[in-house]
């Protein structure tokens, strides 16, 4: 991540952890607040997400292609207080052609997400329908 413009812009930061939970990622608060509240802009946060699902399927994937994006969920849990956010990516099925990631973001207690993101993507660009 620190590589990719865009999470230098998003002050996002990322480390390997175990199997499962393969990326812990962070967001710092600073200059991703909302104009008219104390909180995190919901955009900043879900461009977060979607980067940390990126970028852990980049790492268990052979090649350089970025995956084609078939859905996409995010949930808006609570406000996002403008403090540093956390998250977790969880690769629930991960085929030959398609991937299934969750990742959850918290800012004090994991058990308490602000947000969360589930999605599926295309792995390979050939096998993705028009």
């Not at 104009?35 to 997400?49: R, S, T, V």
């Not at 084609?68 to 991960?94: E, F, G, Q």
Request: net charge positive.
């Amino acid at each position: 991540m620190e590589h990719i413009p865009y999470c230098q812009f998003l002050a996002s930061r990322s480390r390997r952890r175990g199997r499962r939970h393969r990326v812990a990622a962070a967001l710092r608060a600073a200059d991703r607040r909302h104009a008219a509240l104390p909180a995190i802009h919901g955009g900043a946060i879900g461009a977060f997400l979607e980067t940390a699902a990126i970028v852990e399927v980049l790492r268990t994937v052979d090649g350089d292609t970025l995956p084609k994006p078939v859905d996409l969920t995010i949930a808006y849990l609570r406000s996002a207080r403008a403090v540093d956010t956390l998250a977790r990516t969880i690769v629930t099925k991960h085929g030959r052609r398609v991937v299934n990631v969750r990742v959850e973001a918290w800012q004090d207690d994991p058990a308490r997400p602000v947000a969360t993101r589930r999605g599926t993507s295309w792995l390979r660009a050939d096998d993705a329908p028009a």
